[in-house]
Nanobody, 125 residues
Framework: QVQLVESGGGLVQAGGSLRLSCVASGRAFSTYVMGWFRQAPGKEREFVAAISWSGDRTYYTDSVKGRFTISRDNAKNTVYLQMNSLKPEDSAVYYC??????????????????WGQGTQVTVSS
């Protein structure tokens, strides 16, 4: 069992930055693929970024490439999402998620086994 707790959300002006953190409890954090998703009001949850268990591979949705960076520190059981050049359309509740096993889709929310409670990000124009 893995429990995930996000933090770091808030209100920021367009063009600003935020860093989200997600701390995992439980064992074997370093064996999980970690992902970030977001959900805006009235919209479906969408994939943002994912990182391999070792941190050597990352994957981003096109709309955040070059602006967001996902990273992890397995010694601290923590995954991060550095968000720069934020836009109003980035406003959403951001969730971190953990996926165990191999050969699973990183983009599909149904392929993740554990979820955090979410943290609100609001970008004002």
């Amino acid at each position: 069992q893995v429990q995930l707790v996000e933090s770091g959300g808030g209100l920021v002006q367009a063009g600003g930055s935020l860093r989200l953190s997600c701390v995992a409890s439980g064992r074997a954090f370093s064996t999980y693929v970690m992902g970030w998703f977001r959900q805006a009001p009235g919209k479906e949850r969408e994939f943002v970024a994912a990182i391999s268990w070792s941190g050597d591979r990352t994957y981003y949705t096109d709309s955040v490439k070059g602006r967001f960076t996902i990273s992890r520190d397995n010694a601290k059981n923590t995954v991060y999402l550095q968000m720069n050049s934020l836009k109003p359309e980035d406003s959403a509740v951001y969730y971190c998620a953990a996926q165990y096993g191999s050969h699973r889709s990183w983009r599909a929310s149904r392929e993740y086994d554990y979820w955090g409670q979410g943290t609100q990000v609001t970008v004002s124009s």
